[in-house]
């Protein structure tokens, strides 16, 4: 079956405790982004990858890394996680440009 | 960057009426205008979009317009059921050469029995 799985689904941390929150896709797709989800903001692009080793900001990346060293994973790490980093975060792919964004089922992080 | 406006943000709607969504998009060279729905609990997903090159395309019920001269593009939902109930989000991109995605802050649609 085709997904987009990502771990934890949830989890409550305190602040500066290094965190990473793990996405991993099975249908080989070259385009991966990270997301979060706030009440009345929508949907935040965080970073995103258009391949291996290739990665860039989009519109909220301070306080985020990601790492794109094989084409299925796209590990999302929070060093220093704070509490306005609390949200619901989701991880999508794509197969190519023009092909619609597969997501995953959100991970609820909660920073204390 | 490109920004994208949605409205409204809550609509309440009769079972069997219809429901529009509209998204404004100010960069210009977005060419890619997807719309998703997302249930309570669950993932987005991708219920239509639309291409630059298009003006409106549809899918049973399910109908998207684009006007590039006013950067505004809409969704239509015809003979709502209950459960067309979710939040939609409607997003823009420019979509070669980059992943950037930007999103509506979302329209949470009730249908009323």
């Known amino acids: 079956e085709a997904q987009v799985t990502q771990n934890p689904r949830y989890l409550i941390t305190v602040t500066g405790k290094k965190l990473t929150v793990t996405c991993s896709q099975n249908?080989?797709?070259?385009?991966m982004s990270w997301y979060r989800q706030d009440p009345g903001l929508g949907l935040r692009q965080i970073y995103y990858?258009?391949?291996?080793?290739?990665?860039d900001k989009g519109d909220v990346p301070e306080g985020y890394k990601v790492s794109r060293k094989e084409k299925r994973n796209f590990p999302l790490i929070l060093e220093s996680p704070s509490p306005n980093q609390t949200s619901l975060y989701f991880c999508?792919?794509?197969?190519?440009?023009?092909?619609?964004?597969?997501f995953g089922d959100g991970t609820r992080l909660s920073i204390l | 960057g490109e920004n994208v406006e949605q409205h409204p943000s809550t609509l309440s709607v009769q079972e069997g009426d219809s429901a529009v969504i509209k998204c404004t998009y100010s960069?210009?060279?977005?060419?890619?205008f997807p719309w998703y729905k997302q249930e309570l609990g669950k993932r987005p997903q991708l219920i239509i979009d639309i291409r630059s090159n298009v003006g409106e395309k549809k899918d049973q019920r399910i109908a998207v317009t684009l006007n590039k001269t006013a950067k505004h593009f809409s969704l239509h939902i015809t003979e709502t059921q209950p459960e067309d109930s979710a939040v939609y989000f409607c997003a823009a991109t420019f979509n070669f050469g980059n992943e950037k995605l930007t999103f509506g802050t979302g329209t949470r649609l009730t249908i009323i029995p």
């Open positions: 249908m080989n797709h070259e385009y």
């Open positions: 960069d210009s060279a977005s060419n890619y």
């Open positions: 999508a792919s794509r197969s190519t440009v023009g092909q619609p964004q597969h």
């Open positions: 990858s258009m391949n291996v080793e290739v990665t």
